[in-house]
Every structure is written in structure tokens, then in C-alpha cells.
T-cell receptor
Framework: EAGVVQSPRYKIIEKKQPVAFWCNPI?????LYWYLQNLGQGPELLIR????????DSQLPKDRFSAERLKGVDSTLKIQPAELGDSAVYLC?????????????FGPGTRLTVL | DAKTTQPPSMDCAEGRAANLPCNHSTISGNEYVYWYRQIHSQGPQYIIH???NNETNEMASLIITEDRKSSTLILPHATLRDTAVYYC????????????FGSGTKLNVKP
């Protein structure tokens, strides 16, 4: 079974440029998460989807970050414009909705460097 | 959700047991203890979880104290591949989709 797929794995951009990350969750997983991980720290939740609905986006900086999951399967996270402080790893995870123990499966992440 | 406290780093000799402690003194009765680990350049990986009883699976054992204020993850025979950051997470039953990872413990398994 394929795991969570993310692309690209690495991205280098200049500040003020836009950037997008793509995630394909494990087949059948209704819940999808985007996390941000700064160097030396644990992942921090940005947004959580149940199917196509964003049910928790309280930590998403909405002035420059946006996300979508139009058909309730794969998802895109966008930053526009990127700032130097956005340099981090962006992780996508998925899980079965309604599962009590809610094991989250993570992708390898996209490492973003903003110059 | 209750927060957790973990030592920033630990060393373990290859083949020996690695015991990783976690303090969660503000845990409430319906909150579970989860452990994940993150190997360099990979996403976090689920290890084990428990409520109040000790748990064991093919990867590790989880020992939760009777008052539930702390727990220990045990890797019985650590290998070099177990070198990773280990996160102890406390998650509420009714807020079960939100994890607070914290900074974790960097376990260095040495030959």
C-alpha cells in the first residue's frame, strides 16, 4: 500500500514568490492534515480537513497561506507571497475519519527554503 | 490537551534497552498517551499509544504510571536504526485529531 505522497521534496524560492505543495493521502483516508515543522521543533498543525471541509484552520496564517482539498482526496497548500520565515518543512498526514485511535500517517515532507 | 515534558536528548548503546521518559502531570482522565518517532528527513511514524494500562507491540512497550502523570517508552533492544526524535503526545478523546508534538527527545543509539 502506498503511503502519503508529497511533492516536491525540496523547493527553493526567492522571497515574495508564490509556492505550492501537493499531497496525496493514503487511499480511503478522509482526514488530511498539513503541518509546519521548523528546525529542531516538533510539527505544528496548520489545517485539518475532513473530506473536503477544513474543520480546523485556526493556526493557518490566512493572509498568505491557503489550502484546498476540492474533491476530498489530494490537497494543495499555497504560500503567496513567501517570506524568509516560511523556510521550514511542510508535512502532510492522513488518517481514517472517526477512528478512535486516530493513527496519523505522515508523508516525507517538503523542505522549503526562502532566499 | 495536556502538555508533555521530555528530556531533549538521550544516548543508548546498541543492543541495550532504551527507556524514554515523558512527564504529563496535567493529563486528564480521558486523554491518551501517544508516542511517535521521526527519523532524520522523514515524517513522524506512529509507535504506540495507551490510556492507563501498559501496552506492548512489535516496536516497543509503553509503561504508564498508576497516577498517569508520567510514562516511559521502552525499546527493548535498540539498534542504530532507532536513532530518531521521539515525541510523547497527550491527546484528548474528544479532540482526537489534534496533536501537540512538542520538541521530543533525540535518542542517539551508539555502536
Amino acid at each position: 500500500e502506498a503511503g502519503v505522497v508529497q511533492s516536491p521534496r525540496y523547493k527553493i524560492i526567492e522571497k515574495k514568490q508564490p509556492v505550492a505543495f501537493w499531497c496525496n493521502p493514503i487511499s480511503g483516508h478522509n482526514t488530511l492534515y498539513w503541518y509546519l515543522q521548523n528546525l529542531g521543533q516538533g510539527p505544528e498543525l496548520l489545517i485539518r480537513y475532513e473530506n473536503e471541509e477544513a474543520v480546523d484552520d485556526s493556526q493557518l496564517p490566512k493572509d498568505r497561506f491557503s489550502a484546498e482539498r476540492l474533491k476530498g482526496v489530494d490537497s494543495t497548500l499555497k504560500i503567496q507571497p513567501a517570506e524568509l520565515g516560511d523556510s521550514a518543512v511542510y508535512l502532510c498526514a492522513s488518517s481514517l475519519a472517526g477512528a478512535l485511535y486516530n493513527e496519523q500517517f505522515f508523508g516525507p515532507g517538503t523542505r522549503l527554503t526562502v532566499l | 490537551d495536556a502538555k508533555t515534558t521530555q528530556p531533549p536528548s538521550m544516548d543508548c548503546a546498541e543492543g541495550r534497552a532504551a527507556n524514554l521518559p515523558c512527564n504529563h502531570s496535567t493529563i486528564s482522565g480521558n486523554e491518551y498517551v501517544y508516542w511517535y518517532r521521526q527519523i532524520h528527513s522523514q515524517g513522524p511514524q506512529y509507535i504506540i499509544h495507551g490510556l492507563k494500562n501498559n501496552e506492548t507491540n512489535e516496536m516497543a512497550s509503553l509503561i504508564i504510571t498508576e497516577d498517569r502523570k508520567s510514562s516511559t517508552l521502552i525499546l527493548p533492544h535498540a539498534t542504530l536504526r532507532d536513532t530518531a526524535v521521539y515525541y510523547c503526545i497527550v491527546r484528548g478523546l474528544y479532540n482526537f485529531n489534534k496533536f501537540y508534538f512538542g520538541s521530543g527527545t533525540k535518542l542517539n543509539v551508539k555502536p
